[in-house]
């Protein structure tokens, strides 16, 4: 079975900064787009950045713009999104889901991960 994982969630003060990580097995990151999404409970989920096969990273919220990055490592199977500046409103579970195409709706993904939980705050 195709899976992704994803880490390095946690508790940080607004200001601050964390790197999510998304970790594929048994298939290739490297042939996907990969997107990050963000959920919030009572809310649905929102697409916020994906890092296309090339490496570029589109933001969809313009929340996130110029504080969130993402990048690969085709060789780990992994792709990164660096979170900083963060704000209390960033806290969510994130996901990412892999793809064919950068887009910011959930239905066009069929593979994702369990989700890590991001906290923000003092």
């Known amino acids: 079975q195709l899976q992704l994982v994803e880490s390095g969630g946690g508790l940080v003060q607004p200001g601050g900064s964390l790197r999510l990580s998304c970790v594929a097995s048994?298939?290739?990151?490297?042939?996907?787009?990969i997107t990050w999404f963000r959920q919030v409970p009572g809310k649905e989920r929102e697409g916020i950045s994906c890092i296309s096969k090339s490496g570029s990273t589109t933001n969809f919220a313009d929340a996130v713009k110029g504080r969130f990055t993402g990048s690969r490592d085709n060789a780990k199977n992994t792709v990164y999104l660096q979170m900083n500046n963060l704000k209390p409103d960033d806290s969510a579970i994130y996901y990412c889901?892999?793809?064919?195409?950068?887009?910011?709706?959930?239905?066009?993904?069929?593979?994702w991960g369990q989700g890590t939980r991001v906290t923000i705050s003092s």
């Open positions: 889901a892999a793809g064919l195409g950068c887009t910011s709706k959930v239905g066009d993904y069929n593979y």
């Open positions: 048994r298939f290739t990151l490297e042939h996907h787009d």
